[in-house]
């Protein structure tokens, strides 16, 4: 049994309709299943053990991941963004791979010592290849997606074919998109919810438009020539979006849902979106890569119900993540382990067959009873609704008082001056840790004092930034992810 | 018991479907009042699709037994899915919104 099934599946239902999008390319279900098919063989072939894709995606996504499972072979989608020595450390740790890349990037590869061809190569071999006879067991691993290593060594996730067939039979109603549907994917291929948009979508029978490589003109565009009705963004993407839609406003009359997640998203971006496509809803998704994507899900309901609250806890869910998808199960863990009572904050475990918590050469990180510790700061209320609260590394310990970041950003990003900010803890020699914040000003650059009182009016005391310094931009992932090491190194080389 | 995952086969109609929930129970899987083999296994050229399980069965769609026992069926076909005699009920999903 292999995520092959899923295709299989959608080809069984409709034959014919679109399934990808692409450029210049478009398939149907058959065709990418007959591709896959030639794909497989060709892997097969290779005598390779591992496929490894460097390049933009597109159909290379579904193509890439099915030909490997139907040749039962694991594939990894490595970030194409990455320098030539941090690309060849990670191709490095997979086993004798087949490295597909994407022309503009089989130069940075080609001397690894590898069998290297592009992904030209690789759909023409695809498309003159016979089937290979491979079954892979439910619990072999289908794909190996590197963690972004924002705060160590990449981490290797090993996700198997039942990790990611639970996550998609679980969250997706098969066949349950219109016809008419169409979803535009932007996220980058190496990200989990690329791989996850390529398999759910197929499920559902919604035909899957690529963005290769975002830019907010070519997305608004396409939205409107392909007839767009989901789309997936992470939040920097959305903020360009609102930006170009607030100099130019466009109708977006086909576009119906509209999802967002991979990193924190500020509250005043949220409000915005709302306000300028009225008729949207909007999903906030939260997951990680070690989860096969989603686990919770805000939704279009949710949404709109927060944002026209007057009531204080259910305006709040604005800023929530919204309640765990079917099988799913969460716990919120005090530091000596006892599971809290809803209202109190601690580390958030998850439990469920599409969660993996496997890594290799690190194996399992499961606990006995099969929970994985996401290293998240989290908080259930009453409602069961999720609240995330940074990154329990992020923790800034001043004074001996634990201080999430998150807490004083939620704050700060409120003010009218404040277009992004971050808090990070530089080390202190009086106080083990002080608390910095990294203000990028909208507009004119406020009186740091002005920030600091701002804070203080919501907060207790302890929470006022020790500094507050500005910035043009914030140092991201291409996922949005904010760079605090960066950051901290920068502080540190220069306490000013 | 039956692994989370495993494909199984009707012997007596088109119908195929995957485990999502293991139980014992799922030992004695049918489809029209046939035990379902694994995917791939012998099957008995003598058995009939018995007519008081011949209801049917949808593509896509969860089905459970009592005690939580899940199965998705992979592929329609013209039996009821029973444990035993005891027929599996569909499983209602509450729609998510797209996510991904």
Same mark, same amino acid.
């Given at each position: ?293 989603? *686990? #919770?899900? +805000?939704?279009? /309901? ?7 609250? @007057? =009531? &204080?806890?259910?305006? %709040? ?59 998240? *700061? #989290?908080? +259930?209320?009453? /409602? ?7 990154? @329990? =590394? &992020?923790?800034?310990? %001043? ?98 | ?100």
């Amino acid at each position: 049994m292999s995520i092959s099934l899923l295709l299989e599946m959608a080809t069984s239902s409709n034959p014919d309709r679109t399934a990808v999008v692409s450029g210049e390319i478009r398939l149907t279900t058959t065709e990418l299943s007959v591709l896959a098919d030639g794909g497989g063989g060709a892997i097969a072939a290779s005598g390779a053990q591992h496929v490894a894709y460097v390049g933009t995606g597109g159909v290379m996504v579904p193509l890439l991941l099915f030909s490997s499972a139907r040749a039962g072979v694991t594939s990894t989608l490595v970030n194409y963004r990455l320098s030539e020595d941090a690309l060849r450390q990670l191709i490095d740790r997979l086993p004798t791979p087949l490295v597909i890349a994407d022309p503009e990037h089989r130069d940075v590869v080609a001397g690894a010592g590898k069998q290297v061809i592009t992904s030209d190569e690789f759909i023409d071999t695809a498309r003159t290849s016979e089937p290979p006879a491979q079954c892979p067991d439910p619990d072999d691993v289908a794909v190996v997606l590197f963690t972004s290593g924002t705060t160590s060594q990449p981490k290797a996730v090993e996700l198997t074919h039942n990790n990611l067939i639970s996550y998609v039979t679980g969250t997706v109603e098969f066949d349950s998109a219109d016809p008419r549907d169409a979803a535009l994917v932007c996220v980058p291929p190496y990200h989990i919810a690329g791989v996850g948009a390529a398999l759910s979508n197929l499920y559902a029978g919604r035909k899957m438009v690529y963005l290769r490589q975002f830019d907010p003109i070519e997305w608004v565009r396409l939205v409107r020539d392909e007839k767009v009705t989901t789309a997936t963004v992470v939040p920097t993407m959305l903020d360009r979006i609102v930006s170009v839609l607030e100099t130019t406003p466009v109708e977006l009359p086909t576009l119906r849902n509209l999802a967002y997640g991979g990193s924190k998203i500020a509250l005043p971006l949220v409000r915005n979106a709302l306000e300028l496509l009225p008729h949207v809803g909007f999903v906030n998704a939260y997951g990680l890569t070690e989860t096969s994507s989603t *686990i #919770a899900v +805000l939704g279009p /309901d949710d949404h709109r119900a927060a944002f026209n609250a @007057s =009531d &204080d806890a259910l305006a %709040r869910r604005l800023g929530s993540v919204g309640q765990p998808v079917p099988g799913i199960e969460v716990q919120i863990r005090g530091e000596d382990g006892t599971v809290l009572e809803p209202g109190s904050t601690g580390e958030l475990f998850v439990r469920g067959e599409q969660v993996s918590g496997r890594y290799t050469d690190i194996g399992s990180v499961l606990d006995a009873d099969g929970w994985f510790a996401t290293k998240d *700061i #989290a908080l +259930l209320d009453e /409602d069961g609704y999720l609240f995330i609260g940074g990154r @329990s =590394d &992020d923790t800034i310990i %001043r004074g001996g008082e634990n201080i999430a970041p998150a807490e004083i950003e939620d704050v700060l990003v409120e003010h009218p001056s404040v277009r992004h900010c971050v808090v990070v803890g530089p080390e202190d020699p009086e106080w083990g840790q002080i608390i910095v914040a990294v203000v990028v000003p909208a507009g004119a650059a406020p009186d740091p004092d002005e920030l600091r009182a701002h804070v203080r009016a919501h907060l207790r005391r302890s929470r006022t930034p020790d500094r507050v310094v500005f910035r043009n931009e914030l140092p991201t992932s291409p996922t949005g992810k904010v760079l605090r090491r960066e950051l901290l190194n920068e502080l540190t080389r220069s306490p000013t | 018991m039956i692994k989370n995952g495993t494909r199984l086969q009707s012997q007596v109609c088109g119908t195929q479907v995957i485990v999502v929930r293991t139980a014992d129970s799922l030992d004695d899987l049918r489809a029209g009042g046939v035990p379902m083999v694994p995917i791939g296994a012998a099957i008995s050229g003598d058995a009939t699709l018995d007519p008081a399980f011949s209801d049917g069965n949808v593509m896509g769609k969860r089905y459970v037994d009592e005690i939580g026992a899940e199965v998705l069926v992979t592929k329609s076909g013209a039996g009821t899915l029973s444990v035993g005699t005891i027929a599996l009920s569909l499983k209602e999903a509450k729609p998510l919104p797209a996510s991904d």
